[in-house]
């Protein structure tokens, strides 16, 4: 038997590891959380105990998702324990292995867990009334996340496996939408509305319109509707410039006489001068607001001009200058419309983030840049109709205002498709995207 451990950021990185490295048979004997992320120990030719049955199990994948909604279910009921009166119990998962200790395989069916009735908590001496011990707390989530990410890895690949096996048109029509980039949940949502078509050709074209239709633009372009603009988002999306665009853009067809530049950036080096070279060029004011200063008084004397833009410091998420920020947005005096700017160049992980940081000022929709650059646009499509972020302009190069257009749906898919990954995807891919789709609400492949 060989044994071996595995070091990554986190656990689906770390499954990577194992199967790369010892391949779809390897057994995971054990896991725990390390400093920068998690330790997976896996065994290849793992001596399974004399007791487990050996006989095909046709229904693993039914037993399989009957555990995790048991993981979420227990997840929700320590949550609320934890909130009702800051004790736990781990009575709660009596038969829940926290521990991998045997590989999820067809030959191997899992037991049916059982559930002890929690105990009732003793009362609790007065020295220890200020709750449970956190990383107790913390300790017990992480197990149960991890198992929760084992589980979803074993069930993609199970699914994705399933699906090859008894529908290889589908299975084809998903691998494509892979290369485009697109998530698992929207693949799985747009081959539902084909089911019908058979013809490959025929299908992939019908998916195609369905997934034009999906994209949400504006009836009637932001900036001929005028108002306060407001461009939000992480460092390095390209407000500052998507900015200068739209000014140059409305000058050119208006005037400068009916548009102001607003720079809430007081924090990146070289942002207001910036801005300050843009207002001499147009010819239009510019006002800085500071931090702590009322943005609804910076904004009075702005308010006969048909369109004032502002420009937004990006900041990490955990800063408190990005709460106050966002929260001045959100002014009732202010009433801007408030456009998560967006890299098509950014990965899944960083556009995820992005839109639940700055989400709290309520977006009126989505700006998509640097679409010269990027390498996929499913990622960022994904995103936009998954939140129902409506798309309101997209830039594809540095020329002001030139590269600056307002959205087209069939276009945008059709060069998403030209972009696409030219190799097929891999085995492990096609088995992240189906665990992809067991995160959402309704989980049905195939």
Same mark, same amino acid.
């Given at each position: ?30 896991? =725990? ?47 609320? =324990? ?27 069916? +899992? ?8 105990? =009732? ?26 198992? =929760? ?57 019908? +998916? ?120 001045? +947005? ?117």
């Amino acid at each position: 038997m060989q044994v071996k451990r595995f070091f990554a950021a986190d656990m689906r990185q770390a499954m990577k590891l194992v199967r790369d490295e010892l391949g779809a048979d390897a057994a995971i004997i054990g896991n =725990r959380r390390i400093a920068g992320g998690v330790e997976l120990t896996a065994a290849l030719d793992y001596k399974l105990s004399a007791l487990a049955p050996r006989v095909p199990n046709m229904e693993l994948e039914d037993e399989l998702r009957k555990t995790q909604s048991r993981i979420v279910t227990a997840q929700a009921e320590l949550s609320l =324990r934890g909130e009702a009166d800051g004790n736990t119990n781990r009575q709660l998962f009596t038969g829940l292995p926290l521990t991998a200790g045997l590989p999820l395989t067809a030959a191997e069916p +899992l037991s049916e867990p059982t559930y002890a009735a929690p105990a =009732r908590p003793a009362p609790a001496p007065a020295q220890a009334s200020g709750g449970v011990d956190p990383r107790a707390l913390d300790s017990m989530r992480f197990e149960l996340n991890s198992l =929760r990410e084992l589980m979803e890895v074993q069930l993609g690949t199970l699914a994705w496996n399933q699906l090859q096996g008894s529908r290889p048109a589908q299975a084809n029509l998903y691998r494509r939408l892979q290369r485009i980039g697109l998530s698992g949940p929207l693949s799985r949502d747009l081959l539902a509305m084909i089911t019908d078509i058979e013809e490959p050709r025929q299908a992939w074209r019908m +998916l195609l319109a369905h997934l034009a239709r999906m994209i949400a633009v504006p009836e009637v372009e932001p900036l001929e509707e005028g108002g306060v603009i407001a461009m939000v988002g992480p460092a390095g999306m390209g407000k500052t410039t998507t900015l200068a665009k739209l000014a140059a853009r409305y000058v050119l067809k208006y005037g400068a006489q009916n548009v102001a530049l607003v720079s809430m950036d007081s924090f990146r080096i070289g942002a207001q001068e910036q801005l300050k070279t843009l207002g001499r060029i147009l010819n239009v004011p510019v006002t800085h607001v500071d931090p702590g200063q009322s943005l609804v008084q910076a904004l009075d004397p702005l308010l006969r001009k048909r369109v004032v833009l502002i420009d937004t410091a990006g900041l990490q998420a955990s800063d408190p200058a990005l709460r106050m920020q966002l929260e001045s +947005l959100a002014g009732r005096g202010i009433r801007s419309k408030n456009y998560l700017v967006l890299a098509t160049t950014s990965q899944k992980q960083v556009l995820t983030a992005a839109y639940h940081s700055y989400k709290r000022c309520g977006l009126a929709g989505c700006i998509l840049t640097k679409l010269d650059e990027t390498a996929s646009l499913g990622e960022v499509l994904s995103l936009a109709i998954s939140h129902e972020l409506p798309v309101a302009y997209l830039t594809d190069g540095p020329r002001i205002p030139d590269d600056l257009h307002l959205p087209r749906r069939h276009q945008l898919v059709s060069r998403a498709v030209s972009v696409q990954m030219q190799e097929e995807p891999s085995e492990e891919a096609m088995a992240d995207m189906f665990a992809d789709i067991y995160h959402s609400p309704t989980k049905q492949v195939g």
